[in-house]
């Protein structure tokens, strides 16, 4: 089964930049569009970035997506990090075999 | 406004049954890629299920066979019937639209939460 691996935690200081990965276990990240997804405590998730590198709308531009084809990953850098940055943020994609596939999510800690 | 609201989730006993509804406005569900997508506490999130436009409907392997989505055009609204529940299966479960080509979920509902326990 297709995975998608992300750090568990990651912190930085406010003001600097940080960046979470997230890997596929087999085959390429490339082949179909990646997603993050932004959760606070309580909340339904929220998009930060669509199809590997779109931003929504109100999204602010400190958050940016890419993919590394060499490294079968991708990554979510937010910067200018603010104290309202702390929440949990999922990478996600499409598997054709399992569907909607979710990373296991990443606790960003902005201290 | 593009809105979804869940509804349905409660405490059911393990082997109960339970039918959850998600309300869509703003945009037509049976124009779109509709799914589920579940949370357990203290978890991250699990893809559940998915029907496409056309009527074909996807499965987690974890509740194939025990889970049905399905919509009523009329009513413009998405179900989950849940059967066969395990404590497993406790979580909160949103609806999200999805996109076709890119599987972007967008919007999500506030979520439902479902309790198993006996």
């Known amino acids: 089964n297709f995975m998608l691996t992300q750090p568990h935690s990651v912190s930085e200081s406010p003001g600097k930049t940080v960046t979470i990965s997230c890997t596929g276990s087999s085959g390429s990240i490339a082949s179909n569009y990646v997603q993050w997804y932004q959760q606070r405590p309580g909340s339904a998730p929220t998009t930060v970035i669509y199809e590997d590198n779109q931003r929504p709308s109100g999204v602010p531009d400190r958050f940016s997506g890419s993919i590394d084809s060499s490294s079968n990953s991708a990554s979510l850098t937010i910067s200018g990090l603010k104290t309202e940055d702390e929440a949990d943020y999922y990478c996600?994609?499409?598997?054709?075999?399992?569907?909607?596939?979710f990373g296991g999510g990443t606790k960003l800690t902005v201290l | 406004e593009v809105q979804l609201v869940e509804s349905g989730g409660g405490l059911v006993q393990p082997g109960g049954s339970l039918r959850l509804s998600c309300a869509a406005s703003g945009f037509t569900v049976s124009s779109n890629y509709m799914s589920w997508v579940r949370q357990a506490p203290g978890k991250g999130l699990e893809w559940v299920s998915v029907?496409?436009?056309?009527?074909?409907?996807y499965y987690a392997d974890s509740v194939k066979g025990r889970f049905t989505i399905s919509r009523d055009n009329s009513k413009n609204t998405l179900y989950l019937q849940m059967n066969s529940l395990r404590a497993e299966d406790t979580a909160v479960y949103y609806c999200a639209r999805a996109h076709s080509i890119s599987w972007w979920f967008d919007p999500w509902g506030q979520g439902t939460l479902v309790t198993v326990s006996s």
């Open positions: 996600q994609s499409y598997d054709s075999s399992n569907g909607g596939v």
């Open positions: 029907i496409y436009s056309g009527g074909s409907t």
